[in-house]
């Protein structure tokens, strides 16, 4: 078999589920290089750009699975995922739903066509009580309903019997989207002080990183779960100090407003969050030779695209 017939990139049509996402959008951005346009769906059937997608409402059984079967691609990228993780305490249903039981139904769908599927998952699959960087074998715990609806996701491709590729991802971020870097640099800009969570632990993981280090692990041969997360650690109050020296540095905002540290505990929500979400991406590092930089570096590449767009 030629190198070529043995990409995955290559087979045959590409599905790219959840396309207007955060995610989506850069894994269309990493496709792209490899000069490959995939066939994208999305919730209503838009794009951010104003282009146009397939619609599909994950929250309807079998719509996944129909737009599988109407497609017929040979792989399928799963970017898709309710990820409402305060209102899942009280939507524990549709939660379930998206996050587990469409994620089966795709896996059904795609063992019966022989595709692949490269899935994401969360460090919310653990209790977050670690004092190490979590492993792929290590007990899950999740102590949220989002994170529980996550790892029934894991576990429902899993027994499908698809060949599958997951990912468990940590503190996920662009230049564009809804997310903390995004959230900080506009309250930045409207504050003169703030204060943010100092004892939950992690690292930021840009998503063009993730898009890029998926795609070179599956054309490696990876499959699997594997976690996919940058070097070194820090928390939301670090990662807070560090967009706003950033920002200032290149002139998105004029000054860093002060940010105060607290506890947990003085800023309750619905959901529980981990107060350690390090993941272990060692394993991957071994199988496939992909070790993403720390996390510094992917801040300052996502500082940069911003500026350079204004």
């Not at 995610?23 to 769906?41: M, Q, Y």
């Not at 960087?133 to 309903?145: H, I, L, M």
């Not at 998503?207 to 599956?218: M, N």
Request: proline letters at 6%.
């Amino acid at each position: 078999m030629s190198a070529l017939a043995s990409n995955p990139l290559a087979r045959g049509p590409v599905l790219l589920v959840g396309a207007d996402g955060q995610l989506g959008t850069e894994l269309r951005k990493a496709l792209a290089t490899r000069g490959i346009a995939p066939v994208v769906s999305s919730l209503h059937g838009t794009l951010p750009d104003g282009g146009s997608a397939l619609p599909c409402d994950l929250s309807v059984p079998g719509a996944l699975a129909a737009l599988v079967r109407a497609v017929k691609p040979a792989l399928i990228l799963n970017a898709a995922a309710y990820t409402a993780v305060d209102r899942a305490e009280s939507e524990p249903a549709l939660a379930h739903r998206v996050n587990a039981e469409a994620v089966g139904e795709l896996g059904e769908a795609a063992k019966a066509l022989g595709a692949i599927v490269v899935h994401y998952s969360t460090d919310y699959v653990f209790a977050g009580d670690g004092t190490r960087p979590y492993r792929e074998d290590d007990a899950p715990g999740p102590v949220s309903v989002y994170g529980r609806s996550k790892l029934e996701g894991e576990q429902a491709l899993a027994a499908s019997g698809a060949e599958a590729l997951t990912f468990r991802l940590a503190w996920v971020y662009a230049a564009h989207s809804t997310n903390f870097l995004r959230t900080m640099l506009r309250v930045g800009g409207e504050r003169e002080s703030l204060r943010v969570v100092a004892d939950q632990v992690g690292a930021p993981t840009p998503a063009h990183w993730i898009a890029e280090g998926s795609l070179r692990a599956l054309e490696a041969g990876a499959r699997g779960l594997y976690h996919l997360a940058p070097q070194g650690r820090t928390s939301w109050h670090g990662y807070a100090e560090a967009i706003f020296a950033g920002a200032v540095a290149r002139g998105l905002l004029a000054k860093a407003p002060a940010v105060e540290a607290i506890a947990s505990s003085e800023y309750p929500t619905p959901a529980a969050r981990p107060a350690w979400s390090v993941l272990d991406s060692g394993k991957l590092e071994r199988e496939a030779g992909i070790a993403l930089p720390h996390w510094s570096q992917g801040l300052q590449e996502v500082l940069d695209a911003i500026a350079t767009a204004r």
